[in-house]
């Protein structure tokens, strides 16, 4: 079956258009004071098949980070993909400190020495002797930074143990000057139908880079799973009050964006496409450097998100549709819009 692609930015690196997002199957992680930074407790059995279903069925760009789960995602990858390397393309992610026995992240650090430490690490519990997309996690790292950061991944690259490297980040000026750096290749931005990210996306076109695309479907919001009775546990980070979360608070999904989900619902969900995948449409359509990196934590939702990649875009006319409903939405006019003759 042939499957969308997509290129990693002036890397070349070619990549499945949609990724596996690999938060969620790492399982538990918390800060010191006890706030949840994972979503859960996970089946690990279901997890690689998960991840061997959505490679069968074209899905052969991962994303992870060494913190996700505190290397437990990480290690749940390399099972998955032991003896099947050269059919993936890998990204993870270092800056993130934490203790493995606790599950607990401790602090940041980008210091040359830990960039090393940490790549290292991630190399054994993923099972491979190279990594394809390094990501810098830690998206506020000062601007004074750089140089150095990109000096070490320079010498990972040169080294072989790393092939391209990017910044999970959203803001523009700091992604602008990472590219200074020969092979800075995506940036790993906030990006769905809820939460566009223009000056992002400027960037990328400015600079060759990929636009890959973290919470494309807004924390699970835009599966239409959750409705205003919904509530998620205090294990999981969505069940957390956090000033971050703005799709949910206390568990509870965020009224607002599920009306205004629903304006916009018959048109995502438009020749045969699930709400999931009228949503990762709505990105792929956007522009031609997004990479959405959906979670996934189940075979079925592998085999839902795979599904987009089937499906593709949504074509001009439905992304202009949706872009119309969505902009001019207001909790005022909202009965009104959703009635407008299309």
Request: glycine share 10%; aromatic share 6%; with cysteine.
């Amino acid at each position: 079956m042939s499957v969308a692609k997509r290129t990693l930015g002036r890397s070349g690196i070619e990549v499945s258009a949609i990724g596996f997002g690999a938060w969620a199957i790492g399982g538990p992680l918390w800060s010191p004071d006890g706030t949840a930074l994972g979503w859960g407790e996970v089946d690990d059995d279901e997890s690689l098949a998960a991840l061997r279903r959505a490679l069968e069925l074209g899905i052969t760009f991962i994303d992870t980070a060494d913190v996700y789960g505190a290397g437990h995602s990480e290690r749940i990858i390399g099972r998955a993909i032991a003896g099947r390397r050269d059919e993936v393309v890998i990204a993870t992610k270092f800056g993130n400190v934490f203790d493995e026995t606790t599950r607990t992240l401790t602090h940041t650090d980008v210091s040359p020495e830990y960039i090393r430490r940490a790549c290292r690490a991630s190399l054994k519990r993923l099972g491979t002797d190279y990594i394809d997309l390094y990501q810098l996690h830690v998206g506020d790292m000062p601007l004074e930074r750089v140089d150095e950061t990109i000096a070490t991944l320079e010498d990972l690259v040169a080294e072989g143990l790393i092939r391209a490297y990017g910044w999970s980040t959203d803001d523009p000026e700091r992604i602008a000057a990472f590219v200074k750096g020969p092979h800075c290749t995506a940036v790993q931005n906030q990006m769905n139908l809820f939460d566009d990210a223009p000056r992002i996306l400027a960037v990328c076109e400015a600079y060759d880079l990929a636009s890959v695309n973290r919470g494309p479907l807004a924390m699970g919001l835009l599966t239409g799973k959750f409705s205003a009775g919904s509530t998620l546990p205090r294990d999981d980070v969505r069940g957390m009050n956090l000033e971050w979360l703005t799709y949910f608070s206390d568990g509870r999904p965020n009224p607002e964006l599920l009306a205004r989900l629903d304006a916009v619902r018959e048109i995502l969900t438009s020749g045969g496409r699930t709400l999931a995948q009228g949503a990762l449409g709505w990105l792929l359509a956007r522009n031609g450097r997004t990479v959405p990196i959906p979670g996934i934590r189940t075979v079925a939702q592998a085999e839902d998100n795979a599904g987009a990649l089937r499906h593709g875009p949504l074509t001009a006319e439905q992304f202009t549709e949706v872009e119309t409903l969505l902009r001019r939405w207001s909790p005022d006019t909202a009965d009104a819009v959703r009635t407008e003759p299309r």
